[in-house]
């Protein structure tokens, strides 16, 4: 069966991208390949054995589009309000907290955080599908 192992993101500013990504959701560089054009710097958490896979073009000054397909990583966490609180004091700009509901029934509970480079990360409580 195949295995999902990374998701590839570009980013402006490498350090500032392993910054927010360590701030944020505790994921460290767990590889780094560095080129004489590019990095690669693949980031990991405890409980993951997928990475996300930063990629830095050292010549590149403008920034990076998204475009119209990207959507979002999403991420899921414990405890969503003590995350949301921890993102909010480390300056990293959380969205509200959003519930998704059919009818009466909770589906999903989330709120978004961006990058410093602009890519959207959904941070769910683990709950229901998503786990």
């Not at 500032?16 to 505790?26: E, M, Q, R, V």
């Not at 990991?44 to 403008?62: A, S």
């Not at 907290?97 to 769910?124: M, N, S, W």
């Amino acid at each position: 069966m195949a295995k999902i192992i990374h998701v590839m993101i570009r980013c402006k500013d490498l350090e500032a991208s392993k910054a927010f990504y360590k701030t944020a959701f505790g994921l460290a560089p767990s590889h780094e390949l560095d080129f004489p054009t590019f990095t690669l710097c693949y980031l990991r958490g405890p409980e993951n054995d997928m990475e996300i896979e930063l990629t830095y073009n050292k010549d590149r000054e403008e920034p990076y589009t998204h475009g119209d397909g990207y959507g979002h990583v999403a991420i899921c966490v414990d405890d969503l309000e003590a995350e949301h609180a921890r993102f909010a004091a480390a300056g990293l700009n959380p969205l509200e907290i959003k519930t998704f509901r059919d009818g009466d029934t909770v589906l999903a509970q989330f709120f978004f955080v961006q990058d410093p480079d602009g890519y959207k990360i959904e941070v769910l409580k683990k709950l229901g599908h998503y786990q």
